[in-house]
């Protein structure tokens, strides 16, 4: 039991998805690819486009052997009245989702915007709103359209800001008043880690498909970041522009603040300040409104320095992010003598000895509630800005038994744990705007392009090999995360 009126009456209790991974429909009514579909999963880095030697540009070229789970994902498009009814069941108080770029500007740089596109999020935001759900908008959640990267080289390209702010210019006019929580980029900090979904960058082959991509240099994703802040910095006036009631929000994986010191060896501690730095840069940037000291040394010692132009500092220093979204899975320990792995859970150096409990089998992600805490306790003291929690789960590989239930008890052992932190974290002086679990319903993976890593409390009948009816099933946490809401969090007890 957490203690009673700990979580404020307007707390916002609900699940977070993308389209790229439950939508489906991924060329229906007039859009085009992004780049995440070109991929299978995102930690797989090696799109799949060629060169077309007659018209001289890469196009798409997709195996005939592979699966793109994605392309029709749990088909959302079609289906998503029926399952925002189902999360309002479960008491849900918002809602995040991202609008798929590709749907409002196929390829990105039209001048005009697909009415199509904008005709579903209408109905999607509407029945959001229906069912007294919070919209939270993400504008991009590893979604350029391909034909940005394919044609002007992603965000390395200054036009691409420009086409970023024309897409962002309609959205906002269209939605003014109807979605308050809004966010630019998802995970905008994985940047140098997966530069391609999530800066839409990628360096191919002179002109042979079968050549290895090459590696890109830090100048050229500096330069990328640079521009995404500039285009962020530019939504946020926009936004402001539109309706002043809304609020923007910097969007960050942020599993990596917590990043434990192996041993007190002050190599090892600064190491890890070190490595935490990565991912604070943007929200420095993004909530500073300036670049930090140790970036620019970088940027000198390095050779890596992005172009600045003029009007680009006073714009960054003066649209600043309102709140602080982040994303947090498990955390990890740094040793200066450890190769630093990253995925999209976070980071994995050494394993913890303290921490007993694991995901299931085959991920074997540590669990570590505490580290949430820790991260929201030095996010509320770097910055002093309300804090969301958009993405938090437990990926379980699971099927429903001979009575069509599924016994998840893991994933709210998993729920429990974690929103007792945040309870702890609130009465540390933490602001919290609310708690979205990450797949409310099962959806197709981020980092592996699977079906098998489930983290819904609602089963979708669709597996790996695209076999699936796509029926919809209750699993037993259900009714736990329901009991969770309607208690406002001061009922955590397990009885399923």
């Known amino acids: 039991m957490t203690e009673t009126h700990v979580f404020p009456e307007n707390f916002l209790w609900g699940g977070a998805v993308a389209a790229n991974q439950i939508e489906g429909a991924w060329l229906e009514d007039g859009k085009l690819p992004n780049v995440t579909d070109t991929l299978v999963g995102i930690m797989n880095q090696h799109p799949s486009i060629s060169w077309n030697e007659s018209q001289g540009i890469w196009e798409l ?16 498009y079609h289906r998503f009245e029926e399952d925002i009814k189902m999360m309002s069941e479960m008491g849900f ?7 798929s770029w590709g749907r409002i500007f196929p390829r990105g740089d039209e001048e005009e915007a697909n009415e199509a596109g904008l005709a579903f999020y209408d109905h999607l935001i509407d029945t959001l709103l229906k069912y007294d759900m919070e919209p939270v908008i993400t504008l991009s959640h590893y979604e350029t359209p391909l034909a940005l990267v394919a044609e002007y080289g992603g965000w390395q390209d200054r036009r691409l800001v420009e086409f970023f702010d024309r897409y962002s210019t309609v959205i906002f006019n269209r939605y003014k008043g109807k979605v308050k929580y809004w966010m630019t980029f998802n995970e905008i900090n994985n940047a140098f880690r997966m530069p391609y979904a999530a800066a839409g960058i990628v360096k191919f082959p002179a002109t042979d498909p079968k050549e290895p991509i090459a590696t890109l240099t830090k100048k050229e994703i500096f330069q990328a970041v640079h521009h995404l802040f500039i285009a962020s910095a530019l939504a946020t006036k926009r936004m402001q522009e539109a309706d002043s009631d809304a609020l923007m929000g910097v ?3 942020f599993s990596s603040l917590a990043t434990y010191p192996v041993d007190c060896n002050p190599e090892n501690v600064f190491g890890a300040l070190e490595f935490k730095r990565n991912s604070y840069l943007y929200s420095d940037v993004m909530c500073r409104g300036h670049y930090p000291g140790y ?11 992005p172009e600045i132009i003029a009007g ?24 200066k003598d450890a190769e630093m792995r990253v995925d999209t859970g976070g980071a994995k150096g050494f394993d913890n000895p303290f921490l007993t409990e694991k995901s299931p089998e085959p991920w074997n992600w540590p669990i570590d509630p505490l580290g949430l805490r820790y991260v929201m306790n030095e996010l509320t003291d770097r910055y002093e800005l309300p804090l969301f929690i958009v993405e938090n789960g437990l990926g379980i590989d699971e099927t429903p038994n001979e009575n069509q239930r599924i016994n998840d008890i893991e994933r709210a052992r998993y729920l429990k744990m974690h929103v007792e932190q945040v309870a702890e974290a609130i009465k540390d002086g933490c602001e919290v705007i609310g708690y979205l679990w990450w797949g409310p319903i099962d959806i197709v993976s981020a980092g592996t392009g699977e079906m098998k890593k489930r983290y819904g409390f609602i089963y979708v009948d669709r597996h790996n090999d695209g076999s699936g009816s796509f029926k919809r099933l209750k699993k ?13 969090g001061t009922n955590l007890s397990i009885n399923i």
């Open 295 to 305: 970036v620019k040394r970088i940027w000198r010692e390095e050779d890596c320095a």
């Open 93 to 99: 108080k918002a809602f995040r989702t991202s609008i």
């Open 476 to 488: 037993d946490s259900f009714d736990y995360f329901k009991q969770v809401i309607e208690t406002n």
């Open 251 to 253: 969007m960050c994986s």
């Open 312 to 335: 680009d500092l006073d714009l960054l220093a003066k649209y600043t992010s309102d709140y602080i979204a982040f994303s947090y899975y498990r955390s990890t320990v740094y040793s």
């Open 61 to 76: 070229d997709l195996p005939d052997d592979i699966t793109f789970l994605s392309h029709e994902a749990v088909d959302f």
